[in-house]
């Protein structure tokens, strides 16, 4: 099973961009993505590993940290396994390698968001 994000970039202060993270392999290796929680996390240079944001396995339920809550959206489309997060009004403290993660099951690779003018 694999966890590709994708959509990271640079980006100046109050734009927005859109991560994707694509699953791979979960039929195959006999899982099933709907029925996996998925979350957002994020390091920062320095800093510890931040959980930015999740989703329940349906799509019907999702937390936010208070540092992104009213400007990032995660959603997913489980016919497409894939999860999302529209990231809006981005702040240069935003910058940060974001991953997602599948929970308990796998981390994908990372992608890069630098927020800067």
């Known amino acids: 099973v694999q966890l590709v994000e994708s959509g990271g970039g640079v980006v100046q202060p109050g734009g927005s961009l859109r991560l994707s993270c694509a699953a791979s392999?979960?039929?195959?290796?006999?899982?099933?993505?709907?029925?996996?929680?998925m979350t957002w996390y994020r390091r920062a240079p320095g800093k510890e590993r931040e959980l930015v944001a999740r989703?329940?396995?349906?799509?019907?339920?999702?937390y936010y940290a208070d540092s992104v809550l009213g400007r990032f959206t995660v959603s997913r489309d489980n016919a497409k396994n894939t999860v999302y997060l529209q990231m809006n009004s981005l702040k240069p403290e935003d910058t940060a390698v974001y991953y997602c993660?599948?929970?308990?099951?796998?981390w994908g690779q990372g992608t890069q968001v630098t927020v800067s003018s």
């Open positions: 993660y599948a929970v308990g099951l796998v």
């Open positions: 392999g979960f039929t195959a290796s006999g899982f099933t993505f709907s029925r996996y929680g």
């Open positions: 989703i329940s396995n349906a799509g019907g339920s999702t």
